[in-house]
């Protein structure tokens, strides 16, 4: 046999190979993320209180979920730089404390900046958030100590208008995206086959007439 036509000889090997190629890694699986977005906890409101409590699972490998107590805004006259405590009781009774201090003004009556004072172990804390990814299954309770009164009104007498607690849910998932090309790796294969035989032809005998 010899090659009718190299370059298309050539065009069919390449062909050939990234079909090839393609079809070796369609059914490669990809890790994901799910986010179902934040949703109010089941029970996790609470009106003219200091504690709300929600039920949360604990991490693993393909799965989390992350909680975030949003406070009140506050609607005091003057605006003043107000730490106060709240404090995460965890399925296991350890304890998270965070320190929370308005920094708003009239124009963002709820921005807060949270600072973890403690973190005995029942939660993994994300930056940004009154609360973070629970490690353990079961409820956790926030509580906020008096001195936020001060902020929502006077000592003992205004405890905070309301307090949502949140949950946001991350899964992990196995998903196959390159299965898609399976035709495409498919149909070059069989150009590719189709371009190296078309190439390739067989040597001719030379035959010779008696005279």
Known sequence: MKVKNKKA???????????????????VPVWKEKVSGWEVVEGGVAVKQYNVTGFFIG?????????????????RENYISLPFNVSI??????????EVEFLGDIYHPDYYNYTVLINE????????????????TGNYTFH????????????????????ILYKEIRSKYIDYPYR?????????????????????????????RKR
């Open 59 to 75: 991490k693993n490998a393909t799965y989390r979920e992350k909680m975030h107590l949003k406070l009140p805004s506050s609607f």
């Open 144 to 163: 906020l100590d008096k001195m936020a009164d001060l902020l929502y009104g006077k000592l003992d007498k205004d405890p905070p208008k309301s307090l």
């Open 9 to 27: 000889f050539g065009f069919g090997i390449l062909l050939l190979s990234i079909g090839f190629i393609i079809l070796l890694y369609y059914n």
């Open 121 to 136: 172990g029942g939660l993994e804390i994300e930056e940004g958030i009154l609360g973070g990814i629970a490690t353990q």
């Open 180 to 208: 898609i090309f399976w035709p495409v790796g498919s149909t070059l294969m069989f150009i590719g086959i189709g371009f190296s035989t078309w190439a390739i032809v067989t040597k001719r005998k030379i035959l010779t």
């Open 89 to 98: 009781i965890c399925p296991d009774n350890s304890t998270v404390v965070f």
